[in-house]
């Protein structure tokens, strides 16, 4: 059985079974001691049942704690002008904002990314947020450089028109890995940093914007570094589905 730590971060709560109730945060881990690995932190003002005390910790069955694994991100705020479906900003080559919107980074999707890049430090995966909010001024300079640079048709595959960005709602982030020689490119997907992301990014609210083979419906080539905040509930529903956002929320891309 794991071992609940930290004896002095708990209260006792009465009831039965047993339970006590969480102070602080509390590290679970495989066995007696902080030498042994920590399986999760069951955070504070949870009522955690316990099975007994061993030494200075309490045997604590892992099956009863797993609901406590996960910390749960918040859905983003409505207030941001522009079109809502079932509660979420839709922004694509349809949908857009207005120019003068520029709230810079929304700071529940800021909260999210910093305690992933914290857990994939954990796992020894180290991530970086190298392109977060940009403004419409932004986005316009950028997509005319790419037109001039690519041609228009090449430069709509791989980036938006000012006003069609999610960069400008402050809830999307383009993640790197520790090589940046792989960041925006195809070879990124092929790094454990992609393959880690395409499976916890959900748990933090978010999912991969474009995924590979559904440039026919988002409009953009595949993109595993471009992540979108939606909160951890709708997060979870849109990666179980298997569907992109357009396609689970029935809209035109």
Request: no cysteine; aromatic share 10%.
């Amino acid at each position: 059985m794991p071992l609940l730590k930290a004896p002095h971060q708990i209260s006792v709560v009465e009831a039965a079974p047993p339970k006590y109730l969480t102070t602080a945060n509390v590290n679970l881990r495989k066995g007696s001691g902080t030498k042994h690995r920590v399986i999760l932190t069951i955070p504070k003002g949870k009522n955690v049942p316990y099975l007994k005390k061993k030494g200075n910790g309490f045997k604590q069955n892992i099956k009863g704690a797993k609901k406590y694994s996960s910390t749960t991100y918040a859905a983003p705020s409505t207030k941001t002008p522009g079109t809502y479906v079932k509660g979420v900003l839709i922004v694509n080559k349809k949908y857009k904002l207005p120019a003068t919107y520029n709230s810079g980074e929304q700071k529940q999707a800021r909260k999210a990314v910093d305690a992933m890049i914290k857990k994939a430090k954990k796992d020894h995966v180290r991530l970086t947020a190298f392109s977060t909010f940009r403004s419409y001024d932004r986005q316009r300079v950028l997509y005319n450089n790419y037109v001039a640079s690519h041609g228009k048709k090449q430069a709509d595959r791989f980036s938006a028109r000012p006003g069609h960005s999610e960069h400008q709602t402050g809830l999307a982030f383009d993640i790197g890995g520790a090589n940046s020689k792989h960041w925006a490119e195809n070879s990124f997907a092929k790094t454990k940093e992609a393959k880690w992301i395409a499976k916890h990014a959900h748990k933090f609210g978010f999912i991969i914007r474009y995924p590979k083979g559904k440039e026919k419906i988002t409009g953009y080539q595949y993109e595993p570094w471009h992540l979108r905040y939606l909160g951890t509930t709708n997060a979870k529903k849109v990666k179980k589905s298997g569907k992109t956002l357009e396609e689970y929320l029935n809209l035109k891309g």
